[in-house]
């Protein structure tokens, strides 16, 4: 369940629509997406890495 989370997320779904498909609050899905894949930020852009040239 976990990586087809991630896969949904990393495809442009949302942490709350990923949620509802799996029937899971957003901060369960919060928690269970950190440990699977980079999150975006709010606006919805990719992070932004720091330091690397």
Known sequence: MEE???RLY???WSIRQV???FGF???VMHRVLRKHTTLRS???LSP???GED
Request: charged share 10%; hydrophobic share 35%; no cysteine.
């Open 42 to 44: 709010r606006s919805g």
């Open 4 to 6: 087809d989370a991630a």
């Open 48 to 50: 932004v890495i720091h």
């Open 19 to 21: 949620a509802a498909q």
């Open 25 to 27: 609050s957003y901060s």
């Open 10 to 12: 990393n495809q442009g």
